[in-house]
């Protein structure tokens, strides 16, 4: 791993395998303070399944797509299978083992740097660019890392350590986006920054990470091993933002009070061909998205009015706050037992799963608003449903699977069954007022429960019985990945939003009003009839009684052709057919429903009809 020169992360290895496509380009590591996602022949990230030593390490967040940041010194060797999977696996997508460093009876270490300069960048500031009023692009700026491990032995033959800690810092000058004056209003002082007439120094996103790693193995007697392991993230992106924000006010401090996965797992060798393997594996992902320092403000004091997100439509600012703060607190929990059999012929192996979790969040925001500008005239507000709190339960993920691998002469058969079981449920809560929605309390209730069967078959034809020429093919099916998801969908509180017009009568900077008062008159600027009656009550929904959970069937046929030594040749099809895909219609609504309202087209000036929803629906 250490000769490829990739980022150092589960995605810079990813990339190299056929078929394996990211969500956003990764060059040069520039993405690893915040992950790109694995797709593969149209399975999306949330059909990623990463392991260390056989356990399952993924997190709740994004039915699993949020995966764990691992330190790569700990891994020796990394797995990666996106096709043909056996019935261990429960989706298509990439799915990857990373078998992890135990130590041994002799220390050894190393340490490894690494520096990408700023003058090795290239410059894509072009006259067209510029021509878009463009005036700095996205970049990497001091962008380093360094990780050092060491491992050996405790007691000689019986107790071994690894560790290592990484230390990363990445800080990305984001395009037209400027360490603003002070003393000057933020968004004369951005104007004068993009047009160039004063000299501003481009705004950074910094970002860093330290990452410690520890891992003990204990080899209780020959045939009986322990290991545990504890991989930590802790990451801080003390300015998070997009293009044209005011990197003092209007960035987000993300940082992860816990970001962390660890396991503890139990091998014994039974009997020449009996092996026995039992762990248990966590993934807690919890991170919150908050304003600068001072910016947050008490609840109905002057700052709190004061304090808002702002932004501007015509030039595309955004200063004086973040959006609304949040916090994600995932904890998913997994045990698993397996048992394989090695014969001549036959490598059979058996095994069950049973993960649980709960997934916490929260959404905060001075004023419950922001406020939008028009050219620098007060255009409108968007109010929100805030504060919220909710809480999705995965009450248990149940699998079981028996499999074979049967050679016979030039002929490996693949062969196996897998059992899903999945429960979520939503966790109710009190009543949450806010100065534009009151939520009512709700209880705790379950969404369906999902029971699926998945045969897996694959065989592989060495023609010639030399290992040069082979010819495979494979039918499986695969059930989508499940955690919270799908009890989201139903939950009675979601973050709501609404655009409502603002007139600032008085000009103190500050959108007015509350619920009920009349518009345009003192102490209501906000024009509360566009607001729906039942803002914030999220509509809910009932699931269709005949419900299923998602899946796919997956077909594959190649032939790989050794043509010299270490070089082969290797042509692959494959076809996936998805089935159950979820959808979510409004049978409450019909054609009445809806007000028409005609659009001109920029393009070519047609009249174009669109359709409102009516505010009591």
Known sequence: LDAVPTARTIQGLGQLVPGVTFDQPDVGGSRAMQQTYFFVRGTGSAQTVVMVDGLMTNGLMGDGAVNAYHNESMTQEAVYMTSGGNAETMTAGVNLNLVPKDGGNRFSGGFKYAKSPAD???????????????????????????????????????LWFFGAFRKARYDKPIANTFNLPSGVPAPQAFAQCLSGAISCEQGISPEKMDNPIVRLTW????????????????RLRGGAMSNATDPRTASVVWNTPIFATGSAKYTSTLSSSLLLESGFSFNRERYDNLYQPGILAERNTPAWYQNVRKNDLATGFLWNASSAQLGNYPDRYTVSTALSRVTGSHNVKAGVLYGWGIYRRYNNANADLYQTYNNGVPFQVTVLNTPLEVQENMDGQFAAYLQDSWRYKNFTVNYGIRYDRIAQSIVGQEAQIGR????????????PTWSDISPRTSVVWDIFGNGKTAVRTGFNRFMTAQTTGFARLYAPTALTTANLAWNDLNGDDIAQGERGCTFQTPGCEINFTQLPANFGIRALSTPDEDIQRPGQYSFNLGVTQELFNRVTLTGEWYHNRFTDITERNNVARNFNSYTPVDVVSPLDGKVITMYNVKTEF
């Open 120 to 158: 090795w960048q290239g410059d894509n500031l072009t006259d067209e660019l510029k021509s878009y009023n463009i005036r700095a692009v996205d970049k990497v700026a001091n962008f380093f890392e360094w990780n050092a491990e060491l491992g050996g032995p405790i007691v000689k033959d019986k």
């Open 219 to 234: 080899q209780a007697s020959q045939r009986n091993k322990f290991s545990v392991y504890m991989d930590r993230a802790m």
């Open 436 to 447: 534009f929605a009151n939520s009512p309390a709700y209880g705790d209730f379950k969404v």
